[in-house]
């Protein structure tokens, strides 16, 4: 037997097999049949290993676009004739196919494959994951921390945000919030600082903060959000402490009122006194009104002794001219008692709280409080002016845009044998010690100490009261922390005045202060014109001989 046929068991398809057989007698027969080969064995398919990435910076929405493929392989398809799909919940309601590429959220996301060869057999499927992940906004600042001062400008803080999988035009910043010295969170910046953007890059933004620092003294921590396509938030704190805003008086000093004052009468040791003081923004732009202002008083031998003046603490500042924040005022009327003495010295000196900050000595003014009594007394505070008539002389020449400020109060015992009392004055001066020039304002403060004379010859109606006073002195320096240093001591001092107050009309009030060096020279003449030191008017307050 023979056949003219063979069949391919790879090859799937209808095969005829024709058999042909023949017997010795050469006798022969035929007969057909057909052999159908059927593939029935599915394809493999391979997943891809699983996937992982970011959403793009040149995307606007919160996905990223992936492409992908797997791979199949038949016993008797080609891998070209093989169809591979892919769903989304594969087997389960919802079932979707797509295709390579496709955007793909933020998240996980499994992915079902499965193959086909051409014979219709179907693969058991494979899964594999595609994970689209979010950074969160990076945001840093260029200042962690600044001190700055009431009214002053802050350092600008730059604050950048930057996001590896973001566009910079998708970073939005959508909180800022600020704390107290510690206390509950507020919306926005503390007042008078504002926030601009300043910049956009490919994956980055920037913004800044600045403005002037008008909260009160204490420490803000401000803390900003920024937030990207994808809802991720990054933040960022910096603080800033603002200090109390320094102050200057408005001249030399701080207190404005008057210099000197008599008591209600001979048998009063009480005096009502009109303390008031002006004060202006040393730097910046604060409002003066958020300052407080107190009255104390110095102890001048222990500067960092004060005592507060009843009735004057606290006190609420006003501008001076409405609209101007930068000059104000206070003042507070008073009963002071001298207790037994016949007069006293006192040195007023003016402490600034709130918002600002004040306590000087060298801005100290000196304030005299004196029982009126028969004969036989001298009494006087006030300032003259330096660069008045001859000007100023000496050593330690007054400064010529700066009074010098007295103050004295003599008078003889009760038993008219000794003179008691003092006299000091205060200048301001640009010399040093040695009587070189210097850059810095010094303050000197003169003060008598062992009386030697006290000559008074009382005024009439038609003469002026004229006095005449020596003593021994001392020098020192008083440094802006209320430090005094020691000079010199065992000098001269000398003092005369005119009082024309007993004349109807005549307001003369004349005085000359000399105070010598125990080595020679001069430390300070109030006017010398040449030869000696003259009389001449006082600026302000009030001289009296009686």
């Given at each position: 037997?023979?056949?003219?046929?063979?069949?391919?068991?790879?090859?799937?398809?209808?095969?005829?097999?024709?058999?042909?057989?023949?017997?010795?007698?050469?006798?022969?027969?035929?007969?057909?049949?057909?052999?159908?080969?059927?593939?029935?064995?599915?394809?493999?398919?391979?997943?891809?290993?699983?996937?992982?990435?970011?959403?793009?910076?040149?995307?606007?929405?919160?996905?990223?676009?992936?492409?992908?493929?797997?791979?199949?392989?038949?016993?008797c398809s080609a891998s070209s004739s093989i169809a591979i799909k892919y769903y989304l919940n594969y087997g389960v309601t919802g079932q979707t196919e797509i295709t390579s590429p496709r955007a793909f959220p933020l998240g996980s996301?499994?992915?079902?494959?499965?193959?086909?060869?051409?014979?219709?057999?179907?693969?058991?499927?494979?899964?594999?994951?595609?994970?689209?992940?979010?950074?969160?906004?990076?945001?840093?600042?260029?200042?962690?921390?600044?001190?700055?001062?009431?009214?002053?400008?802050?350092?600008?803080?730059?604050?950048?945000?930057?996001?590896?999988?973001?566009?910079?035009?998708?970073?939005?910043?959508?909180s800022t919030n600020y704390t107290f010295n510690g206390g509950n969170s507020f919306q926005g910046l503390p007042n008078a600082l504002s926030l601009i953007p300043t910049g956009t890059n490919a994956n980055s933004k920037t913004w800044?903060?600045?403005?002037?620092?008008?909260?009160?003294?204490?420490?803000?921590?401000?803390?900003?959000?920024?937030?990207?396509?994808?809802?991720?938030?990054?933040?960022?704190?910096?603080?800033?402490?603002?200090?109390?805003?320094?102050?200057?008086?408005?001249?030399?000093?701080?207190?404005?009122?008057?210099?000197?004052?008599?008591?209600?009468?001979?048998?009063?040791?009480?005096?009502?006194?009109?303390?008031?003081?002006?004060?202006?923004?040393?730097?910046?732009?604060?409002?003066?009104?958020?300052?407080?202002?107190?009255?104390?008083?110095?102890?001048?031998?222990?500067?960092?002794?004060?005592?507060?003046?009843?009735?004057?603490?606290?006190?609420?500042?006003?501008?001076?001219?409405?609209?101007?924040?930068?000059?104000?005022?206070?003042?507070?009327?008073?009963?002071?008692?001298?207790?037994?003495?016949?007069?006293?010295?006192?040195?007023?000196?003016?402490?600034?709280?709130?918002?600002?900050?004040?306590?000087?000595?060298?801005?100290?003014?000196?304030?005299?409080?004196?029982?009126?009594?028969?004969?036989?007394?001298?009494?006087?505070?006030?300032?003259?002016?330096?660069?008045?008539?001859?000007?100023?002389?000496?050593?330690?020449?007054?400064?010529?845009?700066?009074?010098?400020?007295?103050?004295?109060?003599?008078?003889?015992?009760?038993?008219?044998?000794?003179?008691?009392?003092?006299?000091?004055?205060?200048?301001?001066?640009?010399?040093?010690?040695?009587?070189?020039?210097?850059?810095?304002?010094?303050?000197?403060?003169?003060?008598?100490?062992?009386?030697?004379?006290?000559?008074?010859?009382?005024?009439?109606?038609?003469?002026?009261?004229?006095?005449?006073?020596?003593?021994?002195?001392?020098?020192?320096?008083?440094?802006?922390?209320?430090?005094?240093?020691?000079?010199?001591?065992?000098?001269?001092?000398?003092?005369?005045?005119?009082?024309?107050?007993?004349?109807?009309?005549?307001?003369?009030?004349?005085?000359?202060?000399?105070?010598?060096?125990?080595?020679?020279?001069?430390?300070?003449?109030?006017?010398?014109?040449?030869?000696?030191?003259?009389?001449?008017?006082?600026?302000?307050?009030?001289?009296?001989?009686?």
């Amino acid at each position: 037997m023979r056949t003219n046929s063979t069949v391919n068991p790879n090859a799937p398809g209808v095969y005829t097999i024709k058999y042909c057989a023949t017997d010795p007698s050469n006798n022969s027969t035929t007969n057909t049949r057909t052999v159908y080969v059927v593939d029935t064995t599915p394809p493999v398919v391979t997943c891809p290993a699983n996937i992982s990435t970011n959403t793009g910076p040149g995307r606007l929405t919160c996905d990223q676009v992936v492409s992908w493929a797997a791979t199949a392989t038949d016993n008797c398809s080609a891998s070209s004739s093989i169809a591979i799909k892919y769903y989304l919940n594969y087997g389960v309601t919802g079932q979707t196919e797509i295709t390579s590429p496709r955007a793909f959220p933020l998240g996980s996301t499994i992915v079902t494959a499965k193959a086909t060869d051409s014979a219709g057999n179907s693969s058991s499927t494979c899964p594999f994951t595609v994970t689209v992940s979010n950074a969160a906004p990076t945001v840093t600042v260029d200042i962690n921390s600044q001190t700055v001062q009431y009214g002053c400008p802050i350092g600008p803080v730059t604050i950048a945000a930057s996001d590896v999988d973001s566009a910079g035009t998708n970073l939005v910043l959508t909180s800022t919030n600020y704390t107290f010295n510690g206390g509950n969170s507020f919306q926005g910046l503390p007042n008078a600082l504002s926030l601009i953007p300043t910049g956009t890059n490919a994956n980055s933004k920037t913004w800044e903060v600045l403005g002037n620092a008008l909260t009160p003294p204490g420490t803000n921590v401000m803390t900003i959000t920024v937030r990207d396509q994808c809802g991720a938030t990054g933040t960022k704190s910096f603080t800033n402490i603002v200090n109390p805003g320094p102050t200057q008086p408005a001249a030399d000093w701080y207190y404005t009122g008057p210099t000197f004052y008599w008591t209600s009468g001979s048998s009063s040791s009480t005096a009502t006194l009109t303390l008031m003081a002006t004060l202006k923004n040393a730097t910046c732009f604060g409002d003066i009104r958020t300052a407080k202002v107190s009255f104390y008083v110095r102890d001048p031998l222990n500067p960092a002794s004060l005592t507060a003046i009843n009735g004057a603490q606290n006190l609420p500042v006003g501008l001076v001219n409405p609209g101007d924040t930068t000059t104000g005022t206070a003042a507070a009327n008073v009963q002071y008692n001298i207790g037994s003495g016949s007069a006293q010295t006192l040195m007023i000196a003016v402490i600034v709280s709130g918002n600002y900050s004040a306590n000087n000595p060298t801005t100290d003014a000196m304030i005299t409080i004196a029982v009126p009594v028969a004969g036989g007394q001298i009494c006087g505070g006030g300032t003259m002016d330096n660069k008045a008539d001859f000007g100023s002389a000496g050593y330690l020449k007054g400064s010529t845009n700066d009074p010098a400020c007295f103050s004295f109060y003599v008078q003889y015992s009760k038993s008219l044998l000794n003179p008691q009392g003092s006299v000091q004055l205060f200048d301001k001066s640009y010399y040093k010690p040695d009587g070189t020039l210097d850059t810095v304002l010094h303050t000197y403060m003169f003060k008598s100490t062992a009386i030697s004379v006290l000559s008074v010859t009382q005024g009439t109606p038609s003469t002026a009261g004229t006095a005449q006073f020596s003593s021994k002195a001392n020098v020192v320096e008083i440094l802006s922390n209320g430090t005094e240093v020691s000079i010199e001591g065992n000098d001269v001092m000398s003092l005369t005045l005119t009082d024309g107050s007993t004349i109807q009309g005549n307001t003369t009030k004349k005085v000359a202060i000399t105070i010598q060096r125990t080595k020679g020279g001069t430390w300070y003449s109030s006017d010398w014109n040449g030869s000696s030191t003259v009389e001449k008017p006082i600026l302000t307050g009030n001289v009296s001989v009686r």
